[in-house]
């Protein structure tokens, strides 16, 4: 199945417009990450409280949000499992003490629901220290992921260039899809990270499936030049690619509108990250492979 049959766009030609864009997009977010003093983390990373609430009969998680809300935890996480009326809360730390979070959560259901209609099944604490820790590990996972891919494909394609060039593309596609979560306001935690992850497994794939194209073209059209053999290699994928990221992003969309509130940030996440890394694969990483080649082209023979 095709979408577009034999087109023939100049990329290459249009590399510097792209690169602009990005620019811009990439721009937007530091701006709004650097005017807000950083992503806004989640309990996971800044330290709070959990604590684990069962009801004795269905409850909405729209009533229990305005509950908390009236009491003062506005920034409140609900996980709800409404098949068996739990829900899971997570709060920031605040100058409330930790321990004093869950008395006062658990005064604010008496009130509104009454005695013996609930029972807290467990408290728990996640110290600064403890979110330090997630922190570092977190951005750690993505740095080795990315020294990771640098080697498979640098060692997958004979050069350092598609590796490097790749990479890039995938910090182009994680820096977006923060400073998006930053726009919106939205909470960064260990949720997001996990979806961070999967958008850059996703991401480096579409960006091989093109690579793959081109070192087969390479063997295929000796006679065309490098721009030329790149346009061609983006163009033959262009509806598999297209295709693809319709399909996964039909699916995020569906998550998103009916996912419910648990998911709904770690949909958001994949959904902007899917687009934004189909068109770092189009347009960023193979221009980024062009210009690291023909800027190598023009210093040899500067040397000689």
């Known amino acids: 199945m095709r979408l577009f049959h034999k087109t023939n766009i100049d990329f290459i030609g249009k590399r510097w417009l792209f690169f602009t864009v990005s620019a811009i997009m990439i721009l937007a977010g530091i701006v709004s ?31 229990v949000r305005k509950t908390l809300d009236d009491n003062g935890f506005t920034n409140s996480e609900i996980q709800s499992f409404l098949d068996a009326n739990v829900f899971i809360i997570r709060i920031q730390k605040s100058v409330i003490p930790m321990i004093e979070v869950g008395n006062k959560i658990e005064r604010a259901f008496k009130t509104k629901w009454g005695e013996g209609t609930f ?53 182009h596609d994680v820096t977006i899809t923060v400073g998006i979560f930053s726009i919106l306001n939205k909470e960064i935690g260990l949720t997001i990270i996990a979806a961070l992850l999967t958008l850059i497994g996703y991401s480096i794939n579409d960006t091989i499936v093109v690579y793959d194209r081109i070192r087969e073209n390479m063997r295929l059209l000796r006679s065309k030049t490098l721009g030329e053999i790149i346009n061609t290699s983006i163009n033959d994928t262009l509806s598999r690619t297209i295709i693809t990221s319709s399909t996964v992003i039909f699916v995020l969309i569906a998550l998103y509108v009916w996912g419910g509130e648990v998911i709904h940030d770690f949909s958001l996440a994949l959904l902007s990250g899917v687009i934004v890394g189909t068109y770092s694969s189009i347009a960023v990483a193979s221009p980024l492979v062009y210009e690291w080649e023909t800027r190598k082209a023009k210093k040899r023979v500067a040397v000689k």
Request: hydrophobic share 50%.
């Open 119 to 171: 029972i807290v099944e467990r408290t728990e604490m996640v110290g600064p220290r403890v979110g330090e820790a997630l922190s570092e590990q977190a951005l750690w996972a993505v740095i080795f992921s990315w020294i990771g891919i640098i080697i498979y494909v640098a060692f997958r394609f004979k050069s350092a260039a598609h590796g490097v060039a790749g990479v890039i593309a995938l910090v």
């Open 33 to 63: 990450l650097a005017t807000k003093g950083g992503p806004r983390l989640g309990v996971d990373f800044t330290g709070g409280s959990l604590i684990q609430v069962k009801f004795n009969q269905v409850t909405a998680t729209a009533e």
